[in-house]
């Protein structure tokens, strides 16, 4: 699978000012077959070394950090000469042993000729539990997510369709297959960007396989929280992760306590909150006051959202049929929303951009606003339909005067009065 991730590891390795590289992601979204298969097109050879677990491994980080005898030994381990250059030494799993991410900061200072990535799925979660020292200052660092919209269009042989999005986005022209994107968009509601659940979606074309990939994914999930957690912390971090269903599912899809559990509080749940973040599995969207520049001054953060890091899994949480979803039928209207949103806030986020919603008084609410490249902001309504009345939008607009306003929907492109029409399956195109 083909990942955008690549140029930025491109534009790493040909970096004069090169670190050594912490690849973060959630579990099982593409890290090490994306390192291994960076490493596979761009270097003479490539040493995989797996930390977790592996006594052997740890003893030789345990010694000393002289970067040059870590190399001998893990040569030795390896059996493959580590070069200068034109190896790709990849540290898997690096959460399972703090002295090696401890080295990362030898190898930046000491050994910079030598290309290392380092990748861990529940990183954050370690670095916090363990209270790790972090190489601050000596390590660069990338996020993975699932694949997007755009990555699954090339995935399923799907690439001229998605040349054909982007010229109409730049242009705001009528996209001639409006409605052939449309059932590809849901398509993609179903499966999702995990590339497990891509892979099976690709070799068989049945549901029922990618479905079963995406329980299995959830059950790691759960599995790590066991793993990384106290028992008493994992109970409720099981709790607060089950219950983004039933919040997304609301009207209001303001994250509330009381549908974790009658009573709930919020400093009972911060951390476990927390927890699904630093995992990678969630997305937090924060409430704004107001919709002016710097956005992070007028954020409210004991109001938020909370979304699944892929709508495919959400999907799945949801027990939705494939069938529901891809013919809309009416029974699937409930959850419609739910889903459009959860999904721009994925691709919003895949494309670096820092999502808020806004809410006024309780007056009006909008899904999304931002801030662009050139320091705009960017009030962005979602609607999973054509229907594309948006009263909140107006009242921001008119509040606030942004430069121009985003309303994604099921309508095909075009810009009137100051407002761009995106349809669902273009949002891919947003950029901060």
Known sequence: MERKILNKLIKWKNSPKRMPLLIYGARQVGKTYTALTFGKQYYKNTVYINMEGSTEIAAIFERDLNCERILRELSAKSGQTILKGDTLLIFDEIQSCERALTSLKYFCEEAPEYHII??????????????????????????????DFEEFLWATDNRKMCELIKECYEDFLPNPLHDTAMDLYKN????????????????????????????????AYIADMAKYATPHETTKIMAAWASIPAQLAKENRKFQYKVIKSGARAYEYETPLDWLRTAGIVNKCIRVREGKMPLPAYADNDSFKVYMVDTGLLCSKFEIAANIVL?????????????????????????????????????????????????????????????????????????????YSVRVSAKNFGFENGIKSVPLYAVFCLKG
């Open 118 to 147: 380092a990748a861990g799925s529940l990183l954050g979660v370690a670095l916090n539990r363990e209270k790790y020292s972090f190489p601050v200052g000596k390590v660069d660092m990338l996020t993975l997510y699932p694949l």
């Open 327 to 403: 013919s809309s039928s009416p029974s699937f209207d409930g959850f419609k929303g739910a889903l459009a949103e959860n999904y721009v806030m994925q691709a919003l986020v895949t494309n670096g951009i820092s999502p808020y919603y806004w809410s006024s008084q309780g007056k009006a609410e909008l899904d999304f606003v931002f801030q662009d490249r050139q320091g705009n902001i960017v009030p962005l309504e979602c609607k999973s339909a054509d229907n594309v009345r948006a009263k909140s939008l107006k009242t921001f607009i008119s509040l606030y005067e942004p430069a």
């Open 188 to 219: 993609y509601l179903v499966v999702g960007g995990m590339p497990r659940a891509v892979s099976e979606y690709m070799d068989t074309k049945d549901f029922d396989f990618v479905v079963a990939a995406q329980k299995s994914l959830n059950d």
